[in-house]
């Protein structure tokens, strides 16, 4: 017995749109995971996350004729619309809440004050591991975080990431290896704040 | 194989991948004698696993059904209208506002009414014998009148007009249609319902589409259209429910 053939992206693409709604929806299906959680990691926010996907379907509706195959997979540039948008949300936002303080050499501020999610019970409830590797890479400078969520979180090549980051490979690389050396600092800093803080509590005077 | 031709395979290493095995054993057998690499690797490694974990908890993680639904909607109205290219569905911004920002846009609104409304109420009582008219901007779309008659209509309340609200959308609904509605102090009309007999306070979750059509469109309602108009595109507010399916519009100017 045959397998039934499982259609190409770009073949999906091509009947979207000419207005297959079947197509749309398979290929909505395929790759909203990756989008929604690609900018949930960037942004550490839902509702960023939320605005991201639909924009970036809603421009592929509009300009998705403009892809080409040959440059590389649509993962990568749905992936590279999918990071210009959120990078836009941030800019928009960063009048309001400061997420990262960078300096000059790309040095972010303590984690401490990055500890404020927009869902403190469910902060509370979820694997503390995983709550602190996520807050690390939220603290990280944006350049190194789109491309630590693109190849570590996404598992996209060195390749496809840079063309999703629209930059040679060798930049990704070097970026990777600067972004995993700042994210252990991190990792490091917390894991000392945290034991410090629950030290700390121990230590509480009830008198 | 010396630490700096280590560090630039510690990733790879950690990950297991993209390297033949020569290479592998030969970083392997350089940690063996060099404690600070073997530390390295072992820091890759844990934070590889970390990552791993992450990914495994993020797996179920996708966007909510609203979102289905309205890209779907727009990708309808995308299509139907291939012709007409100037229908571009906006979907309204999800975003969940801080209490502190949705007070602060409530408050700045409230101010902009009350500063408009003594303004015009002054300008009004100096020119006492002026048309009611004049100057005002003679909105084409009339809130709560659905065909009014070209003669004889009194003068449109301007206050009126810029405070309307949905009446019978849920108050989340109505709360971003006010916050969309103040950016560039749209005047808008009440929502006509798509649907009849459906009370859409009992729907659980609601999403706003702007949308162009034709100013014809403006007849399916029962509104009036001025035939030089009839083809200018005229910006409406599309009400879709979790499915999808349009159930209210109003129109925007």
Known sequence: MTKPMVPSDAELLRLMLAGDEQAFTTLYRR?????????????????????????VFLALLRNGSRYDPARGSLTSYLCGAARNQVLLLLEKERPYVQLVEESDDGEAVPITQLIAG????????????????????????????EVIVLCDFQELSYAEAALALDCPVGTVNSRLHRGHALLLQKLRAAVRLDTTASD??????FA | MNC?????????????????????????????GC???AARLAEE?????????????????????????????????????????????MLIRARHWPSWRLAAVAAGILILIAVMTIFWRSSSSLK???????????????????APK??????????????????????????????????????????????????????????????????SALSEVGLPVDPETVNEPVKADVVLGQDGLARAIRFVR
């Open chain 1, 118 to 145: 927009d869902d403190p019970l469910g902060d509370c409830t979820r694997n503390e591991a995983n709550r602190l590797v996520r807050q690390a890479v939220l603290a990280l400078p944006e350049r190194y975080r």
């Open chain 1, 31 to 55: 790759h909203k995971g990756h989008i929604y959680r690609f900018a949930l990691l960037m942004s550490g926010q839902t509702s960023i996350a939320e605005e991201v996907t639909q924009e």
């Open chain 2, 150 to 215: 070209m003669g004889g209509e009194p003068p449109v309340d301007r206050d009126q007009v810029v405070a309307e609200q949905p009446k019978k959308l849920p108050k989340s609904a109505r709360r971003r249609a006010s916050a969309d509605s103040s950016d560039e102090a749209e005047v808008v009309t009440q929502f006509y319902p798509l649907r009849e007999g459906e009370d859409l306070t009992e729907l659980e979750s609601l999403q706003l589409v702007r949308i162009e059509l034709p100013g």
């Open chain 2, 45 to 89: 490694r844990a934070l590889h696993t970390r990552v791993r974990a992450v990914v495994a908890e993020l797996a179920g993680e996708e966007p909510p059904a609203r979102v289905d639904a309205a890209l779907l909607a727009a990708f309808r109205a995308h299509t139907v209208t291939p012709a007409t290219s100037n229908v571009l569905p």
């Open chain 2, 35 to 37: 404690e600070r690499c």
């Open chain 1, 200 to 205: 700390a509590q121990g230590m509480r005077c």
């Open chain 2, 128 to 146: 006492p014998q002026r048309d009611g008219r004049a100057g005002l901007p003679a909105p084409v779309i009339t809130p709560q009148r659905p």
């Open chain 2, 4 to 32: 700096q031709d280590f560090e630039s395979l510690a990733l790879a290493l950690a990950r297991d991948s993209l390297l033949d095995n020569t290479t592998r054993e030969q970083g392997l057998i350089h940690t063996e």
